[in-house]
Each structure stands twice: as structure tokens, then as C-alpha cells.
């Protein structure tokens, strides 16, 4: 949500100096590539763990923020939306796959109020940092694509120590 709302807008006008219509087109890209997602990761991933998966998913993602930090071009954005379509479904339908299946139904509701709460805390964190005046200037947006990025790799590691802990199983 921080990334369509505060900074996609941004990105397309400050960064790629273009208009609404490059702006709507990423969002068909993003759609396509969440629908995709919806329909295939399980089958895309059928033959590896869920964690390894997943993890495998969060790499791509900060590895296209990255990617589309450090380019100007429209084409390379389109990309960049059908693919974090895709990460982001993905990732959600591997997340919920693994929580239903691994998290007894007595606890599922407080699991998922726990994540809920996490994500509502780290949206509101970006969207205060992202904010700040200094990101909307000139294209300095493209800054907030490699925090992101950043962030993403960063919370990879945590999974990547449970699937080796799992793994050594």
C-alpha cells in the first residue's frame, strides 16, 4: 500500500517524468502479475518447501527494487510492476498456505491479529519516513525503492535462519 499510494505516484512523475497513462499501465502490469500468482506459485513452487519459497520470492523482490531504483526507463517499470505483482501474491498465498498448515485453529486468530499488527506498525513507519519532504524532491523518490529493497533483503535472513534450523532436521 505504501509503495501504490505514496510512492508509485511519485516514482512515475518525479523519477520517470512521465503521466497518468504510464501510471495506470503499471497497474494493469501489477494486476496481470497478481492474478498469475494467485493461479500458478503453488504450482511454480510445488516441489519446494514453503520458507525456501517464499525466501526465494522476497530475493526476487529486493532484487527489482533495486533494479527499478537505478533505471529510468517505462519499460523496465512495467516489468518491475508485473514482477512485484507476482512477489507480492505470491508471497501471500505461500504465507497463508503455511500458517493454516503449520498453526493450530485455536491460535490461528491471534497469529494473524500479531501479523496484522506488524504490518500496520511497518506501514505506518515507511509511509512517516517516505514523507519526508526530501523524498519528494527532484528524483530522490528512487532512494525509497532501494530502502525498500533493503528492508525486504534484510527480512529475509530471519526465514533463511529457519529454513537452515528446519532443514538440519
Keep these: 500500500m505504501v509503495e501504490v499510494f505514496l510512492l508509485l505516484p511519485l516514482y512515475v512523475d518525479k523519477h520517470l517524468q512521465s503521466g497518468s497513462d504510464v501510471y495506470a499501465s503499471a497497474e494493469i502490469f501489477y494486476a496481470l502479475g497478481a492474478m498469475l ?12 518447501n514453503t520458507i525456501n519459497s517464499i525466501i526465494v520470492l522476497m530475493l526476487l523482490t529486493a532484487a527489482i527494487f533495486y ?6 526507463s517505462v519499460g523496465v517499470f512495467y ?3 508485473f514482477l512485484i505483482g ?25 497469529t494473524n491479529s500479531v501479523f496484522s499488527v506488524i504490518n500496520i506498525l ?17 528524483s530522490n ?3 525509497t525503492y532501494f530502502i525498500c529493497g533493503t528492508f525486504v ?9 529457519l529454513a537452515q534450523k528446519n532443514n538440519a532436521k
Aim: net charge positive; no cysteine; hydrophobic share 55%.
Design 86 to 110: 507476482i512477489t507480492n501474491a505470491g508471497a501471500r498465498v505461500l504465507r497463508t498456505t503455511y500458517l493454516f498448515s503449520h498453526i493450530s485453529n485455536d491460535v490461528i486468530g491471534r
Design 141 to 143: 523518490v528512487k532512494w
Design 37 to 48: 500468482a494467485g493461479i500458478f506459485i503453488r504450482w511454480v513452487f510445488r516441489n519446494s
Design 67 to 72: 533494479w527499478v531504483a537505478f533505471t529510468k
Design 153 to 161: 533483503l534484510l527480512s529475509a535472513i530471519p526465514l533463511w535462519k
Design 122 to 138: 511497518l506501514r505506518s513507519l515507511f509511509l512517516l519516513l517516505f514523507s519526508i519532504a526530501w523524498f519528494s524532491e527532484g
Design 79 to 81: 516489468l518491475f510492476s
